[in-house]
């Protein structure tokens, strides 16, 4: 299986400022045949079912703010949310969907400071 | 509006049984790969198990394998889960997932349903 690790773990962003999370898969996810990445990102907030964000590692799923963006290539990924609001309070996952079984990282909170 | 309303979570005794079904609507259930995903406060987000357009192909976590078994009604827009031999740590909140035709990623989750598995 494709092992997926996150970090940090939780991080503390002021309003307004950068929240950068880590993503690191274990084998690349790149697939050659279609030059993209297996790659997406998910938030889930408390009490709601978790949504899409990003999908082949960059591309945002439609009505999700642009201050979310997604990069990396291969094993190593990031997603930035820029001007951090108090809506955006959530975990947020990365997924591989290169293999099966489809994993997901552990996870990374981000709040307010 | 794509809507996934799950049902059937309940407390169930380790080694009882449950079934899990899932009520699509707002699209063409028929021609979207199905999934069930699970999320425990330790363990996060885990996959469970897929199932393919017509109900051919279907894929498991190597925890659940013979113990569980997806299946779906595409005349009833419906998908299911049947689980046996329940244990604890399969305590968790169940989503019922549909899987992107252009997108590789999970791009419509239900509410979820809880299933509590304990004596």
Redesign the interface.
């Known amino acids: 299986d494709i092992v997926m690790t996150q970090s940090p773990d939780s991080l503390a962003v002021s309003l307004g400022e950068r929240a950068t999370i880590n993503c690191k898969s274990s084998q690349s996810v790149f697939h050659s045949l279609n030059n993209k990445n297996y790659l997406a990102w998910y938030q889930h907030k408390v009490g709601q079912p978790p949504e899409l964000l990003i999908y082949w590692a960059s591309t945002r799923e439609s009505g999700v703010p642009d201050r979310f963006s997604g990069s990396g290539s291969g094993t190593d990924f990031t997603l930035t949310i820029n001007s951090l609001q108090a809506e955006d309070v959530a975990v947020y996952y990365c997924q591989q969907h290169y293999g099966t079984p489809p994993t997901f990282g552990g996870g990374t909170k981000v709040e307010i400071k | 509006e794509v809507q996934l309303v799950e049902s059937g979570g309940d407390l169930v005794q380790p080694g009882g049984s449950l079934r899990l079904s899932c009520a699509g609507s707002g699209f063409i259930f028929s021609t979207f790969w199905m999934n069930w995903v699970r999320?425990t406060p330790g363990r996060?987000?885990?996959?469970v198990a897929s199932i393919k357009q017509d109900g051919s192909e279907t894929?498991y976590?190597?925890s659940v394998k013979g113990r569980f078994t997806i299946s779906r009604d595409n005349a009833k827009n419906s998908l299911s889960l049947q689980m046996n031999n329940l244990r604890a740590d399969d305590t968790a909140v169940y989503?019922c997932v549909r899987e992107?035709i252009v997108?590789?990623?999970?791009?419509?989750?239900?509410?979820?349903t809880l299933v509590t598995v304990s004596s």
């Open positions: 999320q996060g987000l885990e996959w894929s976590v190597d989503y992107g997108v590789a990623a999970f791009d419509y989750w239900g509410q979820g």
